[in-house]
């Protein structure tokens, strides 16, 4: 067998990264993000069984508890300073995105959650400064790693600037709109 040389393949310009990024096909199932913090192109396999059960007891509790009526997305495509990210979990006013395209702005977004999978710093670092560069004004991180769940608010500057962190069984307070006490004791 002769050993063929690679051959390197041009990256595309800055600029022409979001064009790349949305002529990208994915395998059914999967889904892609741009982490522009990072310059990557990110493909994500399906989320595993745990992951899932995580997913559904914090909808659960949102649609059920929250002193408003709310709408909660799953992989909703949004845009932020950052790149195009595909939150696990977006929650919203009633309707908000009825008529939105696959990406939408996310002004107006009350909060949105991740629950960690095969790269968890991403959802520490990356998509937190994301998601308050894009004036979020509430990210719920649900870290399986460190078995704790983390609530984010007051973005400004990019990041940010207060948190509320509960190990798995711990109560977790969400301010208003939502007004209600997170049970986490069945994450453990």
């Given at each position: 067998?002769?050993a063929?040389?690679a ?5 595309p ?10 002529e ?9 993000q741009?982490?522009d913090?990072d310059?990557?192109?990110?493909v ?8 899932e059960?995580a997913?559904s007891l ?5 649609v059920?508890r929250?002193a ?7 992989n909703k ?6 790149g195009?990210?595909?939150?696990d ?11 939105a395209?696959?990406?939408a702005r ?12 095969t790269?968890?710093v991403?959802?520490r ?5 994301g ?9 719920l991180?649900?870290?399986r790693?460190?078995?704790?769940v983390t609530l ?5 500057d990019g990041?940010y600037q207060?948190h ?10 969400l ?10 004791a069945?994450?453990?």
């Amino acid at each position: 067998m002769v050993a063929m040389p690679a051959v390197e393949q041009p990256l595309p310009a800055e600029n022409d990264l979001l064009q790349t990024f949305l002529e990208l096909e994915t395998p059914p199932g999967y889904r892609a993000q741009l982490i522009d913090d990072d310059g990557e192109i990110v493909v994500t396999q399906p989320p595993d069984g745990s992951h899932e059960a995580a997913f559904s007891l914090i909808i659960k509790q949102f649609v059920r508890r929250s002193a408003i009526d709310l709408d909660v997305s799953g992989n909703k495509g949004l845009v932020v300073p950052d790149g195009r990210f595909i939150p696990d979990g977006t929650i919203s006013p009633v309707g908000h995105f009825e008529d939105a395209e696959p990406w939408a702005r996310p002004d107006g977004v009350l909060l949105v959650f991740e629950i960690t999978s095969t790269n968890p710093v991403r959802d520490r670092e990356a998509k937190r400064r994301g998601y308050a560069a894009a004036g979020i004004p509430c990210y719920l991180l649900v870290d399986r790693g460190h078995g704790t769940v983390t609530l984010f608010t007051d973005p400004s500057d990019g990041d940010y600037q207060a948190h509320s962190e509960v190990t798995f069984g711990k109560p977790l307070e969400l301010p208003a709109p939502f007004s209600f006490t997170l049970d986490t004791a069945p994450l453990r």
